[in-house]
Nanobody, 115 residues
Framework: QVQLVESGGGLVQAGGSLRLSCAAS????????MGWYRQAPGERREMVAG???????NYADSVKGRFTISRDGATNMVFLQMNSLKPEDTAVYYC?????????WGQGTQVTVSS
């Protein structure tokens, strides 16, 4: 069983920045893809950013140019640098890892952006 633990959420004013981190519990797994999703109250969970083991990234249109995803393959950690935050970025952010065709999720971390 793989556990993902997120950290770095919090309350920030519009225009501010936050950096989310996610650590996988075991380093021996080969993680094919890692990413970040978010879910606002009353909304469906949506993809924010993803990164493959080869370093290819993709982003939701709403965060392009503001958010940057990165990963450390040696430690199986993934990061999300969020700049120029907007109130509409407010949501619970979830870390995701794809390992051998199985998707794992973290417990989520709250990000709140005040106007």
């Amino acid at each position: 069983q793989v556990q993902l633990v997120e950290s770095g959420g919090g309350l920030v004013q519009a225009g501010g920045s936050l950096r989310l981190s996610c650590a996988a519990s075991r380093r021996t797994y080969v993680i094919n893809q890692m990413g970040w999703y978010r879910q606002a109250p009353g909304e469906r969970r949506e993809m924010v950013a993803g990164i493959t083991s080869g370093g290819t990234t993709n982003y939701a249109d709403s965060v392009k140019g503001r958010f940057t995803i990165s990963r450390d393959g040696a430690t199986n950690m993934v990061f999300l640098q969020m700049n120029s935050l907007k109130p509409e970025d407010t949501a619970v952010y979830y870390c995701m890892a794809l390992i051998s065709y199985t998707t794992y999720w973290g417990q989520g971390t709250q990000v709140t952006v005040s106007s």
